[in-house]
């Protein structure tokens, strides 16, 4: 399909607060730049929402919801092919829905990448020196040493990372740094890979649970990974170790994190996700001087949401002029719809539209 051609529709967030949709240049630059029309979707029913995707080739979608039952009026059945969600995580996708109607999937994988490692290290820096009750100590005019052992000496000390994505190996290569022996557990990816990285893979989570003195998650949420850092895995990690959780919350059992910490058979945790969010105010977890919190935002920083958002319009491209997406997250999806090429780098992708 010639650029030009190409109409994008634009679903904004339903809920304020999500982020300011007034503007959105980034989202549609990449397809402005390819030539093709982006359009911001103003309805507020699912029969306007439908009647909308009739008449595009792909959507983008970016806090507004998108129920199953959209997915029969497109790919296989309708002009709108794929849609690109803002994101890391697909969690709230009908995967098997959009595979069965030949549905191409994206998110924008990758867009904070930097941000999420470095807030997984702050955090672990955090926990290793007891920042959050020294903190409140020190404010609260209390000077004292009482409470400083036991201390994380870090260097020398085993992270265990929970999935070697973009994030999990970024934080793997900063751990480095300080000096800590990282292994890893994910079942998808090679020991040769982790290799590269400086990883030790290894084959159960058990393992990885009973040698780290830090266990970090950076795994999709899926009926698998679910819980996955639960009861069984808590009783086997050791009582001086800390959990972080980057990735997503129900990743974490928190009524158990909760009991082992209250038991003593954790030193801590850091965790910048929830089960339930926004967190419920009286959550045990926020009340603890052994937990260090923040509101979801680990991926955020100016440079990565201007990244996240143009990613949005050049994954849009990709898939309305028939290529596959750089981020596709539902490869089952390729024995559903006909053959397309690979993705192109964006660059590469406008000089062959003639657009560079």
Not at 94 to 118: H, K, M, P, R, Y
Not at 139 to 160: D, F, N
Not at 326 to 336: A, E, G, K, Q, Y
Request: proline share 5%; hydrophobic share 40%; net charge negative.
């Amino acid at each position: 399909m010639a650029a030009e051609n190409i109409r994008v529709l634009y679903l904004g967030p339903r809920r304020p607060g999500t982020h300011d949709a007034s503007n959105v240049e980034q989202q549609s630059r990449a397809v402005i730049e390819a030539g093709g029309e982006f359009v911001r979707y103003e309805g507020d029913s699912d029969g306007e929402l439908i009647e909308a995707l009739k008449d595009a080739d792909v959507a983008i979608n970016q806090g507004h919801g998108f129920k199953p039952e959209f997915f029969v009026h497109m790919g296989n059945n309708g002009r709108c092919k794929g849609l690109v969600s803002f994101g890391h995580g697909y969690d709230a996708m009908d995967l098997q829905s959009a595979v069965d109607n030949g549905v191409v999937l994206a998110n924008t994988a990758s867009f904070g990448t930097e941000e999420v490692s470095n807030h997984t290290i702050m955090m672990l820096l955090v926990c290793s020196r007891k920042f959050v009750l020294q903190d409140k100590l020190t404010k609260s005019g209390v000077w004292t040493r009482e409470h400083l052992p036991p201390m994380g000496h870090i260097s020398g000390q085993t992270l265990g990372i929970i999935g070697l994505g973009n994030i999990g190996r970024a934080v793997a290569r900063k751990a480095h740094a300080f000096g800590l022996s990282v292994i890893g557990y994910d079942p998808f990816v090679s020991s040769w890979d982790a290799k590269e990285y400086g990883v030790e893979m290894v084959a159960t989570p058990g393992e990885l649970a009973r040698r780290s003195d830090y266990v970090s998650s950076h795994t999709y949420l899926t009926d698998a990974t679910r819980h996955m850092v639960g009861r069984e895995f808590i009783a086997q990690m050791k009582p001086t170790a800390y959990v972080i959780n980057c990735s997503r919350g129900p990743v974490v059992d928190e009524a158990e994190l909760i009991k082992a910490l209250r038991e003593g058979r954790l030193a801590g945790a850091g965790l910048d996700v929830f089960e339930k969010e926004p967190v419920d105010p009286a959550n045990p977890l926020l009340k603890m001087d052994n937990v260090a919190v923040t509101n979801h935002y680990a991926s955020y920083s100016e440079v990565a949401w201007e990244r996240g958002n143009t990613q949005l319009g050049e994954e849009a491209v990709r898939i309305a002029v028939g290529q596959w997406p750089m981020s596709l997250i539902n490869p089952d999806v390729r024995s559903t719809v006909p053959p397309r090429p690979w993705p192109q780098e964006w660059k590469v992708l406008l000089a062959g539209l003639g657009k560079s």
